[in-house]
């Protein structure tokens, strides 16, 4: 909808045919987005040929276990000169591999360097209804994510430039973790101090991988970082949030997912993110204790009572360090 606005003709592809004749049929996609009217411009099809012929912009949006399958289907009909931009907030499960590299290894006729990631707090709920939204959109090379700026800024929408592919995609993943995370707070029953301390030092674990992945530190301060971590953590219209609230009631991960009936990211993320910390030697202890609490069977209180009752520790250990002499470390 965005697209049409910027009075694009868009084409979007979905792999069932019911969906996209629906969709084409009563101008509405009732199951995501209810009974908002479709523009003119939207055609939906079944066809990746059909969507692709012709494309001078293409955006992935599938959830991250299927970027791949998605990417394979797409190669054979995409234009090398298309800019291709990725809205995939995840790691692939098995490889524990980014978006943008899952795309590079697929869509060889791309040039890696002008594979776009866009990412930042924004609902597509609230997106679709104009309300004033910010995002980031990283690539390698600049003219490719200045291309993509210029076709997604609208007057309701903005959008940054940003170098750090590697940052902004892993912020995207990584707060799909701490969200889980402030549901499960919430679900708890544990008041706004428990949330912040969550957003807060959640922060602080996502860009301490980050960081050791190759991203920059500020990134984790801006739209991709704190931005969408105060998004997903706060919204109703969360998912990622809302799983957590069920885990936090105590109903069981297999009845949750199944309750959603949507992709929830964050789940297969902490498995993956769980392992890149032991890999990487990163202290990640509010994604240990989800694990835990995921795929361990522990109790929420008892992850909760193992998070607060860790060794004492110092709140920024650069800082620390810094003052070495003052404090006689
Ligand atoms: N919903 C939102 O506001 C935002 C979502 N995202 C990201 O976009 C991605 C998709 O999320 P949503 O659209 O919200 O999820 P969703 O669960 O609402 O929709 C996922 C869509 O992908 C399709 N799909 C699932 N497996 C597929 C496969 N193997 N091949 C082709 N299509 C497949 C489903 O049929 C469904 O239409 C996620 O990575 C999410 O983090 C990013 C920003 C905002
Ligand atoms: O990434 C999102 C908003 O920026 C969507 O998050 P949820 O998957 O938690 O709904």
């Not at 998070?307 to 250990?317: A, D, K, N, Q, V």
Request: one cysteine or more; glycine letters at 8%; proline letters at 3%.
């Amino acid at each position: 909808s965005l697209l049409a606005d910027n009075e694009y003709d868009v084409t979007v592809w979905t792999r069932k045919e019911e969906q996209a004749e629906q969709m084409n049929r009563e101008r509405k996609n009732r199951k995501y987005t209810g009974d908002f009217g479709l523009s003119e411009r939207i055609t939906a099809t079944a066809s990746m040929e059909t969507a692709l012929t012709g494309a001078t912009a293409v955006i992935f949006a599938a959830p991250s276990h299927a970027t791949r399958e998605v990417a394979r289907l797409a190669r054979p009909f995409l234009d090398s000169d298309a800019i291709v931009i990725h809205a995939t907030k995840g790691f692939e499960p098995e490889t524990m591999k980014r978006m943008t590299k899952v795309l590079a290894e697929e869509l060889t006729q791309i040039d890696p360097g002008r594979l776009v990631v866009m990412s930042g707090p924004c609902h597509a709920e609230e997106l679709i209804q104009r309300s004033p939204t910010t995002v980031v959109v990283a690539a390698d090379q600049l003219e490719a994510a200045q291309r993509a700026q210029d076709v997604l800024i609208s007057p309701y929408f903005r959008v940054y430039t940003n170098p750090d592919v590697t940052g902004v995609e892993l912020g995207g993943a990584l707060k799909n973790i701490i969200a889980l995370g402030a549901g499960l707070s919430d679900g708890l029953g544990f008041g706004d101090n428990a949330k912040a301390a969550l957003l807060t030092r959640g922060l602080a674990e996502i860009a301490r991988l980050g960081v050791a992945l190759g991203g920059n530190a500020l990134t984790f301060a801006g739209l991709a970082g704190v931005g969408d971590l105060v998004v997903t953590c706060t919204s109703k219209h969360s998912r990622n949030w809302r799983a957590g609230y069920m885990l936090g009631q105590g109903k069981p991960l297999q009845e949750v997912l199944e309750t959603m009936g949507m992709v929830v990211e964050g789940v297969k993320t902490t498995k993956a993110t769980y392992s890149l910390s032991q890999q990487h030697e990163v202290s990640m202890p509010i994604t240990e204790q989800l694990h835990e609490v995921l795929f361990a069977s522990v109790e929420p209180q008892i992850a909760v009572g193992r998070l607060m009752g860790r060794l004492r520790t110092h709140e920024i250990e650069d800082i620390a360090l810094e003052s070495a002499e003052k404090w006689t470390l």
